[in-house]
C-alpha cells in the first residue's frame, strides 16, 4: 500500500528535477538547465524524497552529492524518463499528433563535418521531429548520456570505467591535424626549407598554440606531436573545443590550431586553413556512437543514428565498420 501511495506521488517534473540536480550536482544549474528557480527545485526534490521515504542528495559546500538512495534511484529515474520520451517520438509520425523532441550530444569538432547531411536526411523522414543539439566535451556527453538527458552521442571511446553502462560504435578515426592560415610563415619556413617545419624550440612565443582541453583524448594525441616538434616546456596557450573561435584565432591571430581534421576539412579543402607538414603525423582518434545499454533508442532516434551511419558513409566514401560487417554477412549467405 506504501509502495503504491509513493508510485502515485511521483511525477514526471520530480524526475526530471532529480536527474537535473544528479547530473550537475548543483540545485542551482539544475534550475538554470530546466529554466526554472531554485527554490522550485528544492522544493521538488524535498517533494521526491517525502514520497520515497528517503534522502536523496547530501547537500554541503561541494553542491549537492547523491547519496547511496539516490545512486540506487538514478538509473530507474533515467529509464523512466527515457521511456517516456520514446513514447512520445513514436508518436510524432502519427497524422496530427504533436511534434517530438529528439536530444542528442555530439562534439563540437565532430559536428560541423558529419551533422549536415545527417540532418538533410532524416528531417526528410521525420519533418515533425524537432532536434536538440548538445555539443561539449566528450566527459559530459557520456555524463548526460548516463543521467538520460540525451537519447545518444556520436563522441570518442573513453577509458573503460568512464564507459560502464555505455555501447560504442565506430564510425571512423579522426586524425589530428596542425593547421595554420594560408601565408603563415611557418608555411613560408617549410617551402623554403626541405619541406617540413623547423622545430617549434626555435620559435618559443613567436606565434600562439590553440590546444584541446587538458584531459582529453585529442589533448593526449596533441601533447605527443608537440614533443616530436620539438616544443619547449608550454607556457602559453590557448585551450579550446570551440571550432569557430579556433578558426579565427589561426585565421586572424597566426595562432598554430591543433584541432581534428574533420573539424577543418571544408577550409583545407579550400585552402583557407594548410596543415603544417610535422615530423610525426598526429595520433588517431575512434568516433563514433554512443548509446546507453540499459534502454533502446526511440524510432526516430534509430532514423537519425543511422542518417549520421550514412553520412559517414558518404563522407569517407567507405562503410563504417558494422556497415561492412554486415555486407559481408549478406555476401557469404549469398554464396
Partial sequence: MQNRLADSRVKFRHLQCFLAVAQFGSVQQAAESLSITQPAVSKTIAELEAALGVKLFERGRHGAVPTREGQLFMPHASACVSALRQGVALLAREEGAVAATLDIGVLPTVATAMLPAAMRRFTVEWPRVSVRLLTAANAELLERLKAGAISFAVG?????????????????????????????????????????????????????????PF??????????????????????????????????????????????????EYDLREGTLVRLPLPSAGGEEPVGLIQRTDTQPSAAGRALMEAVRQATRERSGTQTPVAAKKARSRAKNKA
Fill in 156 to 212: 570518442r571511446l573513453a577509458d573503460p570505467e568512464r564507459m560502464v553502462g555505455l555501447s560504442f560504435e565506430q564510425l571512423y578515426n579522426e586524425p589530428l591535424a596542425v593547421v595554420v592560415r594560408k601565408g603563415h610563415p611557418l608555411v613560408a619556413d617549410a617551402d623554403a626549407g626541405t619541406g617540413a617545419v623547423r622545430p617549434l624550440a626555435q620559435f618559443p612565443t613567436q606565434f600562439p598554440l590553440v590546444l584541446p
Fill in 215 to 264: 584531459g582529453t583524448l585529442i589533448r593526449q594525441a596533441a601533447d605527443s606531436l608537440l614533443a616530436a616538434w620539438g616544443a619547449p616546456p608550454l607556457t602559453s596557450f590557448v585551450e579550446l573545443l570551440s571550432v569557430s573561435v579556433g578558426r579565427a584565432l589561426a585565421l586572424e591571430n597566426d595562432a598554430v590550431w591543433f584541432v581534428p581534421s574533420g573539424a577543418v
